[in-house]
T-cell receptor
Framework: DGGITQSPKYLFRKEGQNVTLSCEQNLNHDAMYWYRQDPGQGLRLIYYSQIVNDFQKGDIAEGYSVSREKKESFPLTVTSAQKNPTAFYLC?????????FGPGTRLTVL | AQTVTQSQPEMSVQEAETVTLSCTYDTSESDYYLFWYKQPPSRQMILVIRQEAYKQQNATENRFSVNFQKAAKSFSLKISDSQLGDAAMYFCAYRPNYGGSQGNLIFGKGTKLSVKP
């Protein structure tokens, strides 16, 4: 089955630690995205990538980093510079107009 | 700046009744897409319906339909014969189309829909 997956589903981090969230897709889509969702907010764009080896900052990129070494993969690293990282993180991919979303990762900082 | 506004943080509907969720947007572009996404308690984002701005005909998908008013920049979602499984957060989203190159999705803050049995 074609789809987009994220792992892990739940992630706990101690303050001061970096952590990497995984996003993989086998839909052969060129573009991939990372969003952050907080209570009472819509989805806010962190980073996006239109092609391999290229990515752009979104609206709230500070404290995050990404890589796009393969078409299928777009991992997100939440660094210790992110002051309030506890949130729900969604990855998406697209080929034409609509985006397809993964199931999300809930990150909690202890 | 392009923005999407959902003015109803919460809505409630009786099972089998009809409900309309509101969405307005602000843009200077003429070519774009509009979407409604559903996010149930599982938090999986599911595409409900899509509208292309250059199409005057309102999109429909089974019990879901939209009222697209381009001049008014309004894009409401109507759910007919509401079912318990329709209970979810609903997000309106806008995406500009720059001559075939897609812009990024811009989301509203969502409307939480409750369905009463």
């Amino acid at each position: 089955d074609g789809g987009i997956t994220q792992s892990p589903k739940y992630l706990f981090r101690k303050e001061g630690q970096n952590v990497t969230l995984s996003c993989e897709q086998n839909l052969n889509h060129d573009a991939m995205y990372w969003y952050r969702q907080d209570p009472g907010q819509g989805l806010r764009l962190i980073y996006y990538s239109q092609i391999v080896n290229d990515f752009q900052k979104g609206d709230i990129a500070e404290g995050y980093s990404v890589s796009r070494e393969k078409k299928e993969s777009f991992p997100l690293t939440v660094t210790s510079a992110q002051k309030n990282p506890t949130a729900f993180y969604l990855c998406a991919c697209s080929k034409r107009s609509e985006q397809f979303f993964g199931p999300g990762t809930r990150l909690t900082v202890l | 700046a392009q923005t999407v506004t959902q003015s109803q943080p919460e809505m409630s509907v009786q099972e089998a009744e009809t409900v309309t969720l509101s969405c307005t947007y602000d843009t200077s572009e003429s070519d774009y897409y509009l979407f409604w996404y559903k996010q149930p308690p599982s938090r999986q984002m599911i595409l409900v319906i899509r509208q292309e701005a250059y199409k005057q005909q309102n999109a429909t998908e089974n019990r879901f339909s939209v009222n697209f008013q381009k001049a008014a920049k309004s894009f409401s979602l109507k759910i007919s014969d509401s079912q318990l499984g329709d209970a979810a957060m609903y997000f309106c989203a806008y995406r500009p189309n720059y001559g075939g190159s897609q812009g990024n999705l811009i989301f509203g803050k969502g409307t939480k829909l409750s369905v009463k049995p």
